[in-house]
């Protein structure tokens, strides 16, 4: 990768083909401090059905951050986060097993001729709607097991399921309605006009998805997870690896976390001198866990703010959300309740540290329990902490939260200032949170 000019303010409409890693072209070069406007397509259905797509997402380019070298981290500061789609479709899905190999999100074949990440076309709408540009078949590697489509109303920040017809109008201008970027190279889900549930209204509120650093080795966007990962392992393709020691040069950048929206603050290991930031996998919202394994991809803008933090010893993403999506038990101490502990300290004869501020350290895994140990070992390293310490904090002060089944959590937790300051991260969480 080449570095470019250095901008204050940088704009990205320029994305991958599904990969993440070194190799990959620059988009442009930040100052440190200054600001990234991404513009991108929607995540995981598209790309999904869209057979060339070598990994799950279509995500921007890597971003360089000027003075950024390995061993430090980037703090990734989200200002505003806009939807720029109408509507959108998502469900559960269902594998077509003879339109791919070993992975349906990565190693795409068509099942009549055998072309490797056949390019497509588009011939009407359905399921059916996907075909080999060389032979005709069908090379989509995923249907809907059950699906719907998303109609929104940006304003009032609610969305309404679709009816049949209603499903199949917007189907037939899917790309204008679901605003795919000109530079993009997937196929609006929109074309598949699922209609289940219709009539349901839900709640809107946008995240990113899938935003962090670049990692060390080529890897599919959608498995730079330790989840989504777990696929690579023994896999007959291009990006597959051997053993799941492999996947420590991960750096989860797939978090499917809801609370990596507007006003919180991302901080992301450098792993890769320039750091590499990139964005994409926006939704328009989601419940935790993301319990379909899909939920409504959507074009949108990220406008973010960026700062390099010198010799940070992280491992992994640590999420500094708003102070209103903490847990109750880990947010910062009201003035009242710092007064409190200091005269019940002074009750029973011991010095009360009430200058703590929070951190979530994300964690990802196999299942859960795995997701859970890897932010244990995460917050251990990153505060000097014994696993023991690091549990008893997160039980009496903190949690743990679950962002993706089968393996992606936020673990929480109110650090004391003077671990906060031997880490590296006090002065970006106090000013994060105002303290």
């Known amino acids: 990768m080449s570095q470019q000019g250095v901008q204050e303010e940088l704009y990205v409409d320029q994305y991958t083909l599904g990969l993440v890693g070194p190799d990959q072209e620059w988009a442009g070069t930040v100052a440190d401090g200054g600001t990234v406007t991404t513009y991108t397509p929607p995540g995981c259905w598209g790309p999904m059905v869209t057979p060339s797509f070598r990994g799950g997402h279509e995500v921007t380019r890597p971003i360089r951050v000027e003075g950024a070298a390995v061993g430090d981290a980037v703090a990734i500061h989200i200002r505003d986060v806009e939807v720029t789609s109408m509507a959108t479709s998502t469900g559960s899905m269902a594998e077509r097993d003879e339109a791919f190999g070993d992975d349906p999100f990565v190693d795409h074949r068509c ?3 055998g072309a490797t990440w056949p390019d497509s076309v588009v011939e009407g709408t359905g399921e059916d709607a996907i075909r080999c540009a060389e032979c005709g078949a069908n090379a989509s590697s995923f ?40 530079n ?69 950048g797939h978090m499917d976390v809801p609370e990596v929206r507007a006003g919180a603050t991302l901080i992301c290991p450098v792993v890769v001198d320039g750091g590499g930031i990139y964005v994409g996998d926006l939704h ?3 419940g935790d866990g993301e319990l379909s394994l899909h939920t409504t991809d959507v074009s949108g803008t990220v406008t973010m703010d960026v700062e390099v933090i010198e010799d940070v010893d992280l491992d992994g993403p640590v ?31 011991v010095d009360v540290d009430t200058d703590a501020a929070p951190i979530q350290v994300i964690g990802s895994g196999a299942t859960v329990n795995d997701a859970t140990q ?13 696993e023991g310490e690091v549990r008893a904090r997160c039980t009496f002060t903190g949690g743990v939260q679950i962002g993706r089944l089968p393996g992606v959590v936020q673990l929480d937790m ?9 880490s590296g991260l006090d002065d970006v969480t106090r000013d994060h949170y105002g303290l």
């Open 143 to 182: 249907g809907f097991e059950y699906g719907y489509t998303v109609a929104f109303d940006h304003e009032n920040a609610v969305g309404i399921t679709l009816d049949e017809d209603g499903a199949h109008e917007l189907a037939t201008d899917a790309e204008r309605v679901m605003d795919i970027p000109e």
């Open 184 to 252: 993009a190279r997937q196929h609006p889900i929109l074309l598949y006009e699922p209609d289940g549930m219709p009539g349901t209204l839900g709640r809107l509120r946008p995240f990113v998805g899938n935003i962090g650093t670049t990692p060390p080795v080529t890897m599919p966007d959608s498995h730079n997870a330790g989840d989504f990962g777990q696929n690579l392992v023994g896999a007959d393709h291009d990006y597959g690896v051997e053993t799941e020691a492999d996947l420590d040069l991960r750096t989860d």
């Open 319 to 349: 999420l500094l959300p708003n102070e209103e999506d903490l847990p109750f038990i880990s947010a910062p101490y009201s003035d009242d309740e710092a007064a409190a502990g200091e005269a019940l300290g002074a009750e029973h004869g």
């Open 111 to 113: 099942p009549e001729c």
């Open 414 to 422: 109110l650090v004391p200032a003077d671990v906060l300051e031997a």
């Open 284 to 286: 328009a919202n989601q």
């Open 374 to 386: 890897n932010a244990f070992d995460r917050a251990g390293t990153l505060l000097d902490m014994s």
